[in-house]
């Protein structure tokens, strides 16, 4: 909640000195809410990003309510619920995004499936038009559930002698992971009436937003004028030069889909669909590491290079206002775009840095 007595923070009045830049790559430590519209007017591309979700990942507060109104400290937050809150600082880093980009220019946003309308209605507040959605399916998700049966027993104070739980620590990233080998057999009455009973389902697909900044007339016209405006169809062709689909699938999902389907018109069904790797560890060659520290939510650099591929044309320069470990920075380089990027926290500069680097 925003302190109407704490003094406000002197906001910038203009772009600072970037933390680094690396041939077509400048990098600016901050507040996105803040330096998006700092950013030259009508410079930007096409804008490729993976923002919060406002899921309170891992008790990150950059994810959470306390992150959110830290950038709307003249907003006053007081009588907002968590997802206004969420859908306020949407709409905030959207309007700066709709005064960096082109007119027409594009913007691929993740979001989590939870709270993914409130980004969507953010963006739209701010003035994009809506195109699309991408569905990127994928296998490795975990349910976050609770045991509703075990959580009745642990409330009346019963404990369940037969229960284990295996605790791993090996990665440290995304912290321990608990696996529960085996339930145990539900004591009380009230366990046993719930037992089978849990909150959540397993995620098995990210959302991706597909927006667009109003064209000036018809896209045909902004296009020869502004130079985007469209999507590259022939750049995000996939297997054989199919058309690229607004579904897209991880390695397993694919082979779940030719299991389940066979063969249609002789060929695997997922052969229709893009495949891109999903996983929550991805391992050092995806995920680098500097000074002990390395980010929990790292996107494939395979899909973040189809995405740029797909909305930026030939020399453009693509904006990243969420920069994390620079995925999108990174993928963007290697399909030659330049690429403009901010990142909040300091501790992850030296990851996109070591990323352009190597
Ligand atoms: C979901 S992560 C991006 C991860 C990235 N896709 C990767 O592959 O490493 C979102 C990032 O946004 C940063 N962030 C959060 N709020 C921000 C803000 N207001 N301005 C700039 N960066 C912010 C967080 O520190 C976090 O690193």
């Known amino acids: 909640m925003s302190d109407p007595s704490s003094p406000k923070r002197r906001r910038l009045s203009e772009l600072p000195v970037p933390v680094f830049t690396h041939d077509r790559a400048t990098v600016y430590l901050g507040d996105a809410v803040e330096l998006l519209p700092l950013l030259p007017a009508g410079s930007i591309d096409a804008l490729v990003t993976d923002p919060p979700y406002g899921l309170s990942f891992n008790g990150h507060a950059w994810d959470d309510a306390t992150g959110f109104r830290e950038s709307l400290h003249d907003v006053d937050t007081s009588a907002m619920s968590a997802p206004e809150v969420f859908e306020a600082w949407c709409t905030a880093w959207a309007a700066g995004a709709l005064h960096a980009l082109k007119p027409g220019a594009h913007v691929a946003a993740f979001g989590g499936a939870r709270t993914w309308h409130r980004m969507v209605r953010g963006i739209e507040n701010a003035g994009f038009d809506i195109r ?172 973040m290079r189809w995405l740029v591929t797909l909305l930026t044309p030939a020399g453009g320069v693509v904006l990243e206002p969420f920069a994390g470990s620079g995925a999108t920075v990174e993928a963007a380089m290697r399909a030659g775009f330049e690429v403009v990027a901010v990142e909040k926290d300091p501790r992850y500069v030296p990851l996109i840095r070591s990323r352009l680097e190597r």
């Open 132 to 303: 699309d959605q991408i569905a990127w399916l994928h296998t490795t998700g975990m349910p976050k559930s609770m045991d509703l049966s075990h959580a009745i027993d642990k409330l009346h104070g019963v404990h369940r002698a037969d229960r284990t739980v295996h605790t791993d620590d090996r990665d440290g990233v995304l912290g321990a992971t608990r696996t529960v080998v085996s339930k145990g057999t539900p004591v009380t009455e009230d366990a046993q009436r719930w037992e089978g009973w849990g909150t959540a389902l397993r995620p098995a697909f990210e959302p991706i937003v597909i927006a667009r900044k109003p064209p000036k007339g018809n896209s045909v016209r902004n296009v020869l004028a502004h130079g985007v405006g469209g999507i590259n169809i022939d750049g995000a062709r996939f297997a054989d030069d199919r058309w690229p689909t607004n579904v897209a699938f991880d390695p397993v999902q694919a082979d779940a889909l030719d299991v389940l389907t066979g063969t249609w018109q002789g060929e695997s069904l997922s052969r229709k669909f893009p495949i891109f790797r999903f996983e929550h560890k991805p391992d050092a060659s995806e995920r680098p590491r500097a000074f002990g520290v390395s980010h929990s939510t790292v996107k494939p650099l395979g899909l």
